[in-house]
Structures are given as structure tokens and as C-alpha cells.
């Protein structure tokens, strides 16, 4: 009989014993799961430059840097992006301009002012540095036109990298002002790159009209 109860009581320890091993095993198992699963989400998020270039299938890498006061760039700029398969970069002023800022008909505005004053103009940015921006083989540069010329906001990005070996491509969005020589200033400014010709697009530029311009751009 006691032999009965102490073989009893070593097949329960031997079952509980498996019951624990199974649990940690499992729990190991999401564990290391998880763990490589967030290690996967970082590298997938890591050189979007070579991940983008990897989709493409192109040896060039496309970055489409842009600077937009009432979201009219904005929308171009994503447009180029989509139909590149180009990475985007926001330029953004440490001091956002505010509606009442972008009041050209007043001449106290932000704006007017910077405009009369150009030492006004040196807008400090809350990144100059994009992301493995040595690796870029094009970039287009956006920006809307003031006064005739590319809105001072881009103008620390330009001073502020090297684009030694790089094509830059500048566009600009504008109600009726072109693009004007604002390009080539920008490029006097830059000192380095090759720089093309830009384009002028409307606020209500079609999808049509923006490919036709990649597509005239050759970037295969």
C-alpha cells in the first residue's frame, strides 16, 4: 500500500514537473518572439534610403526635402514622393509662422517684415539634418515663392549641407509668380551640387502634371 502512494506521488511530481517545463518553454518562446519581432520593426525602420532603394530596384536614392507655408508644397511634395518612391523630409521653422505671419497685405506681419528685412530672413529650422542624406543621390527641393523668390525657410538647409555629388532638382508652388531664378540663387547659396532647372506648379497642380515632370526627369 505504501509502496502504491510513493509510486503515486513520483508519477504527480514527474506530471507537474512537465506541466512547468511545457509553461516555461511557451513563455520563452513568445519572449524570444517578441524580442526578434521588435528587432525586425527597428531594422525595417532603419536606412529608409536603402529600403526605399531595395523596392525600387534603382541605384540612385531619391529624397524629396520641402518646406510648405500653406500645405500647397505639401501636397506636391508627396505627390513626387509616391510617383519617385522618394523619401520625404519636412523643413519646419523652430517658430512656426501662424496665419496672421503669412498676412502678405500687412505690412507688419512676420512675413512683410522679414521680407524689408533680410537679416530677418535667416529662419532657424528645428532639423537641418536628414537621415543619411550622404547616401541621396537626387534631391528635389520644394518651397513656395515669395516676393519672387524661394521662401527663406529652405535657406538654412541649403547653406547647411554638402551636396557634393548630388542632383538637385528644385519646384516651387505659386498662385501666378514662376520660379524665376530662385533655383540658381539657391545653388549660388548651396555652392556645391548639380543643379537643374526647376518647375513652377500651381495650388491645383494635377496628378497628371506632376508625373509628366518625373517622368521628363529621367531619374531610372
Known sequence: MKM??????????????????GCSSSSSDKKNGAATSIKESKKDNVNSFNKTNAQNGKKGKTLIVYYSATGNTKKVAKEIAKKTNGVLFELQPAKKYTTEDLDYNNPKSRV????????????????????DFKK??????????????????????????????????PFCTSASSEI????????????????????????DASEEEIQDWIKSLNLE
Open 4 to 21: 502504491k502512494k510513493l509510486i503515486s506521488i513520483l508519477l504527480l511530481g514527474i506530471f507537474v514537473s512537465g506541466l512547468l517545463v
Open 112 to 131: 512683410c517684415k522679414e521680407h524689408d528685412h533680410v537679416n530677418l530672413q535667416d529662419v532657424k529650422l528645428s532639423e537641418t539634418t536628414v537621415k
Open 136 to 169: 541621396a543621390k537626387v534631391v528635389i527641393l520644394g518651397y513656395p515663392i515669395w516676393w519672387g523668390k524661394a521662401a527663406w525657410p529652405v535657406n538654412n538647409f541649403v547653406k547647411n549641407n554638402d551636396f557634393t555629388g548630388k542632383t538637385v532638382i
Open 180 to 203: 524665376g531664378d530662385s533655383g540658381k540663387k539657391l545653388s549660388q547659396m548651396a555652392g556645391t551640387g548639380k543643379w537643374q532647372e526647376g518647375k513652377r506648379f500651381s495650388s
